[in-house]
Each structure stands twice: as C-alpha cells, then as structure tokens.
C-alpha cells in the first residue's frame, strides 16, 4: 500500500505538484515561524529590558547611597517584591548575597561574560541563558555599583520567561495546528487543480492516439478555460490539418505522377505492340522510333520535373551563391525566346532596368524565366504581344512577365502554382503540359527569398510577377542570401 502511494506520488504529475504544494508551503510556514520568533523575541527582550532597567534604577540607588552593612536587607526587600534572582558580588569576585540560587555559571559563560563587563564599568549588561522558547530561561541584568567613582559590586538580577515560554508555546501550538491544516489544503488544491488540468492532456493524447494509428481527420474540441491549454489545442489541431493536407497532397502528388506517366507508358506500349503485329519497312521504322523518342522525352521531362520539385521539399535543391547580373540574364532569354515567337506571330516587348544584381543560381532562375516565356507562348493569342520587364522597387527586383491571354479566373489563381493543376486540362495535355512548371517556379523563387504570384482576369490576360531582393542595392540581402542557399548536399 505505502508503495503504491510513493509511486502514484512521485510517478505522475499530479503527485509531484501535490507535493511541491506541501514543500512550498511547509517552507513558507518555517520561515514565517523563524521570522515571526525574531522580530517578536526582539520586541518581547526590549520590553523586559526596559522594565528589568526601570525597576532597578532604585535598587542602584539606594545602594549606593547606603552603607554596605545594609545592602542584605535592600536586596532581600527587592528580591521579595519583585521575585527576581538577586545576586550581589564584590569587586574583588566573592559572593556576598544571593537571593534564591546562584546566577553565576548559568546559561553558559553568557553570565560570567555579563559579570565581566559591568565590573569593567559597562552600565548595563543584559544577556539571557537559553532560548526564549525554553521554561529555564533567564533574562539577567548585570548592573555595576559605583563608591567613590569606582566599581566595587556588580548586581545581577534574573527574571524568568516562563510565562512568554507559555505563550511561545500556545502561538507555535495554533500556528503549527493551522500550518498542517494549510498544508493539506494545498496539497488537495494541488493535486485537483493539476488534476482538472490534466483533463485536457487525456482528449489530446486519445486524439494523438487515433491520428497515429491514421485518422488524420481527428480534432480535438476546445472546452479549456486555460488560455495555454487552449492555445495548445488550436496549434495541435493546427498541426493535425497541416499533416492532413500533407498526406492528402501526398497522395494526390502520388496519383497525379502515376497518370502522368501512365498514358504515355499506355500509349508506348501500344504503338510497339501494333508494330510488332506486321513487317515495316524502315522508313515506317524510323518514324513510329521518332514518336516513342518524343513520348520518351516528355516522360523524361515529367520525371526531371518530379526530381526537382522533390529535392526542393527534402531541402536538397541545389543553388549556387554567386552575384548574378540579372539584366543580361533576361535580355539573354528574352532574346533565346525571339524565334520560337516568331512562329505564331507573337511579339515579345522588353523594358528591362540596366544593373539589377542578384545572389542566386543563373541556371535555376533561368529556368522560372523560361517557364514563364513559355506559358506565355503557349496562350497568348496569335499576333498579340508579350512584355517582360524588370525593374528596381526600393530593395528588390520586380520582374512581369504580361500576355492577352485568355485570362485566368479567381478560383482558379489560388491554386495555380500547385502541383499537376492545369486551369484547361485538356489543352494543356495537349500541349504536353504536365502541370509541375509553375509549382517548380515558385520553389525556385522561395529560395531565393523571392515571392511569385499572379494578377489576372478573364478575358484581359495574366501577368505573372517575381519579386527578388537586390543585392546591388541592399548589402543585408546578399549576406542573409549566402547563408541560405548553402544547401548543397
């Protein structure tokens, strides 16, 4: 049984508190006690002194005055009224009277120390023989008597603390009765405070049970009134649908990787195995080997696609960290893109800022530059124009890459920069669109410390906006950059 109780103690939280409770407690009590002795002790000896000085000035008088034939009387008389310890000795250490018992030795070498130093002229010497809490203590007052200027006796007068020992007693009897009245108070507030905290900790550890054994749609249901308990709830619960949309977009990613790859394998598979059916000749060959190079390459750029994208999650993407001149690397796409325009009649404007300077990885931004070019490319409408342009704003590059397109509508701009989504699917496929080259751009911008988003309506075409911070301008931006982008594994 007493085992049990140790481990239920000190084994759980709420034993532990309820413990903590008594210990703080009990020492609060012992240090009120011992403050409480102090000040009161000190308060109690000073009263005592006062009239122990008070009642003996007399007595120091009259002997003084009168001849040392009488001095046995007056201190009998004294001793008799007061029913004090009186005792008389001479300069010269004897003994002369005593009224009770003898105060020399007692308590110590606290009175011989006090007879010392009223025979050595000190006017009065007060000291005590044990502690205030004690029914044999003495309060002694060691008081010289002068004769012609000098010491010839020294009076010590002892008034017992029985009685302040009594109430000592009844104080410490009532404190120490309400103290462990106190204490367990505590520890029951403790263990039941603890107790309806925990109460919360019990649904979230069944929730956190059901969410590993993978019921990812478990929430937990506030009802703390305790503003950290409920702080831990809504993060927890945050937590729960970050995990959830991760293992939905998983499993999505998952699908959608599957698909993609999945009809072009379909479509492979079956033009080989209709030519496997009948003799070609090698012409036909040579043009059905063409198709399967072509449905060969766009599997290949889908699994490049992929490879990045997840080295971009696991933190491996590869960056360079060397000042890029970013005006003649858009001049240098934007040029690359002149031809490929031409064949739909398409113009590509360019107003691009001279010395905007980068830190960031030429090769990676070139490919957001491409990807952009290349959207535009594909829906802009045949004879319009393309602008890309590039200019300072404060810190940072601004870079817009603007068609008259089709447009992109609202529900559809949230979305766009997420993995395999194609806002027209079917055209999209057709044109060996995979849906991952925006989802690559916005990785690539992100790790540059750069923002990537879109501003479009319908019917009025997109522009799509990067925005990059300049190390031309802002020397904090390329110490911050070189740091981050040392992530070559």
């Not at 490929?340 to 404007?349: A, I, M, V, W």
């Amino acid at each position: 049984m007493i085992q049990k109780i140790r481990v239920h103690m000190m084994g759980t939280f709420r034993g532990r508190l309820a413990l903590l409770y008594i210990a703080v407690e009990l020492s609060i009590l012992i240090f009120a006690a011992l403050l409480i002795y102090f000040f009161l002790a000190r308060q109690v000896y000073q009263n005592l002194d006062d009239a122990l000085l008070s009642q003996s000035h007399g007595l120091e008088l009259e002997l003084e005055k009168s001849h040392s034939y009488y001095w046995l009387t007056v201190l009998d008389n004294y001793a008799r009224d007061t029913r004090d310890s009186v005792e008389l000795i001479t300069a010269n250490g004897v003994i002369q009277y005593t009224s009770d018992k003898s105060l020399v030795g007692t308590g110590g070498n606290q009175v011989s120390f006090a007879l010392g130093q009223a025979m050595s002229g000190k006017q009065a010497v007060f000291i005590s023989t044990d502690s205030l809490l004690r029914k044999s203590n003495m309060r002694v007052l060691a008081l010289p008597i002068h004769k012609s200027g000098r010491v010839v006796a020294v009076i010590l007068i002892g008034h017992n603390t029985s009685e302040i020992q009594s109430f000592f007693e009844l104080l410490y009897t009532i404190g120490g009765f309400l103290g462990l009245i106190s204490i367990i108070l505590s520890a029951w507030a403790g263990y039941m405070m603890s107790k309806r905290a925990l109460r919360p900790i019990e649904a979230i550890k069944k929730t956190a049970k059901a969410v590993a054994r993978g019921d990812l749609s478990q929430r937990l249901s506030s009802h703390a009134r305790e503003r950290e308990i409920e702080e831990l709830e809504n993060n927890l619960n945050h937590m729960f649908e970050a995990l959830e949309a991760s293992f939905k977009s998983q499993k999505r990613f998952t699908a959608d990787a599957s698909h993609e790859l999945r009809m072009p394998l379909t479509i492979l598979k079956g033009e080989i195995e209709v030519a496997l059916r009948q003799p070609r000749s090698i012409e036909e060959h040579e043009n059905l080997l063409k198709q399967h190079l072509d449905i060969v390459a766009r599997m290949q750029r889908i699994v490049d696609d992929l490879l990045t994208l997840a080295r971009s999650d696991a933190g491996m993407l590869e960056l360079q960290q060397n000042p890029l001149d970013l005006s003649l690397l858009l001049q240098e796409v934007g040029q690359q893109h002149l031809i490929l325009y031409e064949q739909r009649q398409l113009q590509l404007e360019m107003d691009i800022q001279d010395d905007l300077e980068v830190m960031g990885d030429g090769t990676q931004l070139e490919r957001v530059v491409f990807n952009l070019l290349g959207n535009a490319y594909k829906y802009a409408p045949q004879g319009s124009t393309v602008w890309l342009t590039a200019c300072a704003k404060q810190d940072h590059v601004l870079i817009t890459v603007c068609d008259k397109g089709m447009g992109i509508s609202e529900e559809h701009q949230s979305r766009l920069f997420h993995r395999f989504y194609r806002v027209d699917d079917a055209r999209a496929r057709k044109q060996g669109s995979a849906g991952l080259g925006l989802a690559i751009c916005k990785h690539i911008v992100e790790a540059h410390y750069g923002e990537i988003w879109v501003e479009s309506e319908e019917g009025k075409g997109a522009s799509f906006m990067v925005r990059l911070p300049l190390s031309s301008l802002n020397p904090e931006h390329q110490q911050r950059l070189q740091t981050m982008m040392k992530k070559v594994p």
